[in-house]
Structure formats: C-alpha cells, structure tokens
C-alpha cells in the first residue's frame, strides 16, 4: 500500500505529536455540497449510491477536493448490517430509514444471522478497496459501523423513534431477548469492521447514536459492554501500524470515565461536553474527538473562528486532539463557512504543538 503523505490525524489518536491539531467532519460527503447532491442524483437514491463502490468513493473524495481534511471517511450508512440481516432496508422522503420487516420477539432474534462482510457486504467492501486506491496515501480513510443498541433500536422499532418505546419495552420486559439481539449485531459489527480494515480502512469509528438515551445502568449492561465486545475483538495492527479505534456516544458525556476504560483509543465528544473537563477526567488513558456545535456552521466565519480558538484552549497543549463537530454536519451550511471552520483548527492550533 501507498505510504501515507498526512498522517498527523493517526497520530493525534495515539497522542503522538503533531503540527498541528487534524480535523475531520462527520458527515463531511453530504448534502450541503451541490457535487454530493449531483452524484446522488445521478445514483437515483441514497442506497444505490451506497452501493455503488465507484459513486460511493466519488462523493467521499468530495470533501478533500474543497478542504484540506486530515482523513476521508467512508461513504455508507450505519444500517447496512440489518439490511444485510434480511430486514430489507428502505428510505421514506422525509422519514428517514424504514425497515420492511422488524424484530419483535426472542424467535426473530434467533432467525438473525451474522452477515458475511464480502458475501453479503461486499459493496462496502469494494467501496472501501476503490477509496483506498484513489486516496493514494492523501489522508487515511476511517471506516465504521453503528453500535449493537443503536443498530438494534432501528431493527426494534421499524426505522427512526422518538421515545424508543419498542426498544426499551424490550430491554426491560425481555432482557434475554435484548441481549441476545445485542450479541448476534456485536459479532456482525466485529467482522464487519475487520472486514473493513482487511479491505484497507486505517481507523474505524463505532457510532452509539442511541446510547445517550438509556439509564446510566442501562447504558453500561446493553451499550458500553457490547462496544467492549466490538473493542476486543478488532484487528488493531495492519500495514505496519496501529488502527485506532473511536468510540463516540452521543449524549455520552456522563460515561466518558467507563468508555475510557473500555479498550478504545478516542472518545468521540459531543458539543455538549467541556472538552477541558473531558481531558481532565480520561487522563492520558484515550485522545478526544470533538466538539464543537455543528449549528455554529450558521454563523459568520468571524464566530466559527471564535468558537474554534476557544475549544482549542479549552484542550490545551499538546496531541491527543482531533477537531471535529460534536455531531454531524447539516444540509442547510454553507460549504464556505465549513471551508472557514477547517482553516481556523490548522492556523489557529498551531501554537499549541510548539515545543
């Protein structure tokens, strides 16, 4: 493989020094980009574009012909494993992501079974090897997967929830049930993320959109421990280097001292967290990931700046930061004010990697 030309965002993960402070954007190939929404709609859909390995590298190279990002992140969607799982994803203008079929009891539990990442994945895989070799050693790619209860709170409820009603009535009425569902998604997002670091991703991320949303009991026994699961099981060494591993639970904040311990080298964090108290509370047990509002994308650039100054200070000296929004970015920001956001963390961090 093509050695890396930018590594410095590998290197914050294991909190090795830097230049200066790598920034990324969740969701950074998106709809606030008109080439994002040429190529969908030259796709048709979202999940032909998903499938499709050389459209689906298309738009995740998008980003890094505007901005100098210091990582590419594959172009996918967290619910491709249920998909794959025989639930029959789908997509409701304005609904967001529905399932054909749902599980509602322990017998559809036991159905389930654990996805081959190149038989029953391999578009994601073969996007992952095309984006790769186009990438040609630019930045390293992350790739990732949605957390065990995140996946599971789709596949309960049909599609999206406001109350996960389903999900918890579940958790608490069938924990064995639940846990057993939580099992079978830990095995699927463990080879499947393998699968993706065989293919050729440097970095995976693990999304627990949903965990923010259980009891602090709840989070540990069916959020945390599954991600634990996840942790352990991953391939953690290819071509000659570490992959690190993220965890970002969004509405996490609470848990950061228990994700620490878990095995993971970052923690993502949302805008909702003090980055400062953060550091403070993890130690040098893992880097930071995070944080800032991506509704401050809104404002003029002079604020964006602003706001980026005050999270670099609040880190502090030193590696173990990777900047990025505390969620992902939304349609409706102009691609100028994310430009202005990505030139204030390399210009303004600079001084806090001098020696």
Known sequence: MTALKNDRFLRALLKQPVDVTPVWMMRQAGRYLPEYRATRGRAGDFMSLCMNPELACEVTLQPLERYPLDAAI???????????????????????????????????????????PEADLGYVMNAVRTIRRELNGRVPLIGFSGS???????????????????????????????????????????????????AGAQ?????????????????????????????DGLIREREGRKVPVILFTKNGGLWLESM???????????????????RSRVGDKVALQGNMDPAVLYAKPEAIRSEVARILARYGKGSGHVFNLGHGITPEVDPAHAGAFIEAVHELSAVYHAN
């Not at 929830?161 to 830990?186: E, G, I, T, V, W």
């Not at 693990?206 to 709840?218: K, Q, R, V």
């Not at 620490?260 to 953060?278: H, K, Q, R």
């Open 260 to 278: 620490a311990a878990s095995g993971a080298d970052a923690l993502g964090l949302d805008w909702t967290c003090d980055i400062g108290d953060a």
């Open 148 to 198: 065990p209860w995140t996946l599971a709170t789709y596949m309960v409820e049909g599609g999206s929830s406001k109350d996960f009603r389903r999900s918890k009535a579940m958790l608490y009425d069938n924990p064995q049930a639940m846990h057993n569902l939580l099992d079978k998604l830990a095995r699927s997002v463990t080879t499947y993320l393998n699968g993706q670091i065989q």
């Open 74 to 116: 594959l172009f996918s969607d967290i619910l491709t494993i249920p998909d794959a799982m025989g639930l029959g994803l789908y997509f409701e203008t304005g609904e967001g992501p529905r399932f054909k079929k749902r599980i509602e009891s322990a017998a559809d539990v036991d159905a389930l079974q654990i996805p081959d």
């Open 203 to 231: 970095a995976v991320q693990i999304f627990d959109t949903w965990g923010g949303n259980l009891s602090s009991a709840a989070y540990q026994e069916f959020s945390l421990a599954y991600m634990r699961k996840i942790v």
